[in-house]
């Protein structure tokens, strides 16, 4: 059976779409870097967009947050986290932080590590769920080593009979995933993992390092 497909411009987009979540569904939506999967972070979801993906559960899945006090009540930032996150948030980057130890979330948002991978898009359809249910565990619309999709008819194409429902917005803004920086107690030094939508060059000119690019 086909997704739903709600355009996100409609009055009922948010309140549809969390709806969907709530019933535990797989739902892609708009970010400004790609579509995303959304799930709420609960393991009977998460394990299903992992299947949905063809994802292997070491990778980690990230949350879509809607302000700096949402990430602050799941996760530790340090000093560099919160300096990257105040010049490039809300938009294309995910930050690695240490995930709170009061905060019960299931550690396969980490790949099984005591991490959570955060950001905060600059898009008010994922900002709006994200404030409604709180933060959505969310990964780029694409079977796992595919391009990510831009457009929701390419989201269709690819994933539509295993999705609850698409929100769709038109063509992304960027179409490039997020830049990835390992930000947690772990990684000593920031580390950029994936170079995306922020260039590298940017964070270590903000960072006023060379910080190393894995």
């Known amino acids: 059976m086909s997704a739903t497909i709600v355009a996100a411009r409609s009055e009922d987009a948010v309140i549809v779409a969390a709806a969907a979540l709530q019933r535990d569904e797989v739902v892609a939506i708009p970010t400004e870097t790609v579509y995303g999967l959304a799930v709420l972070p609960r ?5 299903r967009l992992l299947d949905v993906k063809r994802r ?3 990778k980690g899945i990230q949350l879509l947050i809607d302000s ?3 990430a602050r009540s799941v ?6 986290a919160e300096q990257l996150a105040d010049a490039f948030w809300p938009g294309g980057l995910t930050l690695i932080v240490d995930r709170r130890p009061d905060v019960d979330l299931p550690l396969l948002l980490g790949g099984g590590r005591p991490t959570l991978g955060l950001r905060l898009p600059d898009h008010d359809l994922p900002r ?3 404030r409604l249910l709180g ?4 990964s780029s619309a694409n079977l796992s080593g595919r391009p990510p999709a831009t457009t929701a008819e390419l989201v269709a ?4 009979d295993e999705l609850g429902m698409i929100v769709d917005d038109g063509p992304v803004r960027g179409g490039v995933p997020s830049t990835v920086v390992d930000c947690s107690a772990a990684a000593d030094d920031p580390r950029i993992l994936r170079e ?4 590298a060059a940017e964070i270590h000119r903000l960072l006023g390092r060379d910080y190393t690019l894995d």
Do not use: C, E, K, M
């Open 135 to 138: 933060p959505l565990a969310a």
């Open 128 to 130: 709006a769920l994200a």
């Open 68 to 70: 700096i006090d949402q």
């Open 157 to 160: 194409a690819a994933l539509g």
């Open 56 to 58: 292997a559960t070491d």
């Open 43 to 47: 393991a009977g979801p998460l394990a």
């Open 75 to 80: 996760a530790v930032l340090s000093p560099a």
């Open 196 to 199: 995306g939508a922020v260039p």
